[in-house]
């Protein structure tokens, strides 16, 4: 069951990781306003902190496995 929801965890992750890719290539930078890249840079915030945090439980999912 952890290694069914570490997985799924993990391939969310990736899906996100790929979308952030995709987005970043389809505009220049120079074609943003200071509106969108302040929301850009928001969003990202907020999607970092939340990466972390899986990754932190996934850790500790992981930890308690072996103990």
Do not use: C, K, W, Y
């Amino acid at each position: 069951m952890q290694d069914e929801r570490t997985s799924v965890a993990l391939a969310r992750i990736e899906n996100a990781l790929s979308r952030i890719e995709t987005a970043s290539t389809r505009l220049p930078a120079s074609e943003f306003d200071n509106e969108e890249l302040a929301r850009l840079r928001t969003a990202h915030q907020t999607l970092r902190g939340r990466v972390e945090q899986a990754v932190s439980q996934i850790d500790r999912l992981l930890a308690g496995q072996e103990a």
